[in-house]
């Protein structure tokens, strides 16, 4: 593998900033919209070969310094026996939400069983590129799985099912968050032993707690899951201003920062935790100049030491590939002293 | 009017936290229900007498040392010709929203004359109980009001519309910024000849911007509005973690928190800026002991300067009145030393 990405992940002074984008083997790309009018996102995500060709997709036009497998952070509803499936126009819905404390999953199926078809995509990934980039694996954290299970459906900006959950059933709450750790636990151990290079956590609803229930509920989780994490680890959550520092003492290796947070401020307030981000994606929807601008200034930001360059979220599906391209090609033409 | 609740606006030290509740008048109110039977929101706001009747229901209830009266965020859309509609199960409907840079508003017509039913609201509630408590005008900010007018109906957690918009036609996106920022003086100026006490500034959707681009668009107007407010004002912006510097620096006298922040890490960064806040809403749905405890350390971590107790959004529809009771009374039985 190329290392650039793991040693600005491990907090090393790189050259340039690695580069990748979330969501970047996504709608914005014309080829993934017609491959995707043959199979359904669930049907793509488990035919390896079908995922493969998507994860590749980037890497045909920009050649990014990682390349995060085509799959799904809901993955692991799975093997804890609650069945979803994607609705178009309304996003993830689940047949069994867990709306009461007897519905909590009690057990679960084997994940290396349930979910063959990410181990099979992560060796066909590390034999097809995995001497030229770093192969991304990842999977939702516990409270955004939690928060899916509990509603049944996206739920919107405040998350209030799973909020009220948390109120109503405390207990029941906590047993659902170290469920969903257990299955994820053994998740991320399994796509190291596949090939994963890195492993990044999505809890992105994590950021709309009460920092208190935060650092109670869900912190000493994330630590169980990051230090089962032998490879690089990067922990993601929106809206993580009023949590950082929760955030950096996860356990994990970087901190990737969504376009809420100022890259320069981060900086001071975290020390020498690695980040990653930052960029608006939204800026990758003006013209091409702004976009080299504006990421030109993160990057001056977020200096020369344990950084990552990517957007602050996924990319929009409405972004033009040029623009994409741009952002990345800044990165890659950049030079430290 | 008692003036509890404006001390502690200036930052004075009170012997207890004055208390009242973002969306007091609203739908966890069985009266209320059985009012909105006979009149739209709009109707409701717009009949004085009607807007009266509602803002008082609270008052019956646990007399909140602020009561805010009964209106929307969105009014000040109507002096700039936007037309709007609420939908049910959707929210505010803009009928003529503003896509492209031609569609800016450039003129607007008469606030006083347009909104002359609020005016006459606070006449009212200034008459009834403004000896008794404080009355409380608000109106939504430049960025949320741009950003319905720009989505036309509600925009979900990130705002696309008009974070897109920014990028698309920034002088359009400041032309529009100042409009609603023009409009926005006059109300507040008139509120107050008409009665606020106090006035709140809901620019809830700032938030989602990048540091930068509040900086830069955001915080100058905030302060143009801020300077024009005779009485004590507050600053109200929605995930405010990665600008709480920003917040603290627009002019208002004190700032409301969300609860995603912590009060006592607020505190610190804010010195002696007055703070409002910030009990998670979803508390208000578990039992009455949790409420007592809960609020009870907001105000522990607050401490007794310059601290308004209130939710850190407004108050859920499904909350039992008894626990909007049990918050504002732990806030009246309270004695600091």
């Known amino acids: 593998m190329s290392d650039l990405l793991v040693r600005a992940a491990r907090g090393e002074r790189t050259e340039r900033p690695p580069v990748w984008l979330m969501r970047q083997a996504g709608r914005y790309i014309p080829e993934y919209r017609e491959i995707r009018q043959d199979y359904t996102f669930r049907e793509a995500i488990s035919t390896p070969e079908v995922a493969e060709r998507i994860t590749l997709l980037p890497w045909d036009i920009f050649e ?53 078809y990410v181990g099979a995509l992560l060796e066909r990934l590390q034999r097809s590129v995995g001497d030229r980039t770093s192969i991304i694996g990842f999977t939702g954290g516990p409270f955004t799985l939690a928060a899916y299970a509990v509603a049944g459906q996206p739920a919107g900006k405040k998350q209030k099912p799973i909020r009220r959950f948390r109120v109503e059933y405390p207990e029941a709450f906590r047993s659902l968050l170290e469920r969903f750790t257990d299955v994820v636990v053994e998740y991320v151990e399994y796509q190291v032993e596949a090939g994963a290079d890195v492993i990044q956590l999505f809890d992105t609803y994590a950021g709309l707690l009460t920092p208190d229930d935060y650092r109670e509920f869900v912190q000493p989780l994330h630590r169980r899951i990051f230090e089962a994490i032998d490879v690089p680890s990067i922990a993601f959550v929106r809206n993580p201003g009023g949590s950082l520092d929760l955030l950096a003492d996860s356990g994990a290796d970087a901190v990737s920062l969504d376009w ?18 930052n960029l608006d994606p939204s800026y990758l929807l003006g013209d091409e100049e702004f ?46 002293e």
């Open 260 to 277: 809420t947070v100022d890259m320069r401020r981060a900086r001071e307030q975290l020390g020498d935790v690695p980040v990653q981000g």
């Open 64 to 116: 990014p310094d990682g390349l995060v497998m085509f799959s799904d952070i809901l993955t692991v509803l799975e093997p804890l026996g609650l069945d979803y499936h994607i609705e178009s126009g309304v996003g993830p819905v689940i047949e069994n939400p867990v709306t009461r404390p007897a519905e909590v999953p009690d057990n679960h199926t084997d994940v290396r069983e349930e979910l063959d």
């Open 291 to 336: 976009v080299r601008e504006k990421t030109a200034e993160v990057i001056e930001k977020a200096g020369p030491e344990g950084h990552i360059l990517n957007l602050g979220h996924g990319i929009d599906r409405e972004t033009p590939v040029e623009n994409a391209k741009a952002f990345v090609e800044t990165a890659k033409e950049w030079e430290w």
